[in-house]
């Protein structure tokens, strides 16, 4: 887990706008456990995340807590995975390590087998993982039920 994830991003993945915003799609075939990419953000007390946050359009937010006193805030600074949507439904999981009181780690892994082409999905409200419920609309199309349909 924590030293594949140290590694970076080894997948090949796509970028693109799509009816929620931007998405982030994969171009390989990605097998359950695969490692997809870490969350790079700054990494801040909640005080200074809710400060930040409170100035910016609310529906564009890339704030993810790693624990009840720290957030990583990928607005001015990330990687690819500040554009993962949500899912009610993904096929994502995140993992969290804290490396030290002043550092954390996300990363995030495939829950089942995804296809080439797929877009890649994890749940915002997953142990945690949204900032708050935002009333946004959930635009997941998860069926079966799954959809909660706000995030």
């Not at 007390?45 to 790693?66: C, G, H, I, P």
């Not at 969290?96 to 009181?101: A, M, P, Q, S, T």
Request: aromatic residues 10%; charged residues 25%.
């Amino acid at each position: 887990g924590l030293s594949v994830a140290q590694g970076g991003i080894k997948k090949r993945l796509i970028v693109r706008r799509t009816h929620k915003g931007i998405g982030v799609f994969t171009v390989d075939k990605l097998i359950k456990g695969d490692f997809v990419a870490n969350y790079a953000a700054e990494f801040m007390s909640e005080k200074e995340a809710e400060t930040r946050e409170n100035v910016r359009d609310q529906s564009m937010t890339y704030q993810l807590f790693v624990n009840r006193h720290y957030v990583l805030d990928g607005t001015e600074f990330g990687n690819v995975a500040r554009f993962l949507n949500h899912s009610c439904d993904p096929n994502l999981k995140i993992t969290k390590v804290e490396c030290g009181l002043q550092n954390a780690l996300v990363a995030f892994f495939c829950k089942s087998d995804i296809e080439a082409g797929d877009e890649l999905t994890w749940n915002y409200d997953n142990k945690g993982g949204a900032r708050k419920k935002s009333g946004i609309k959930c635009l997941c199309g998860a069926t079966d039920g799954k959809c909660r349909q706000f995030l």
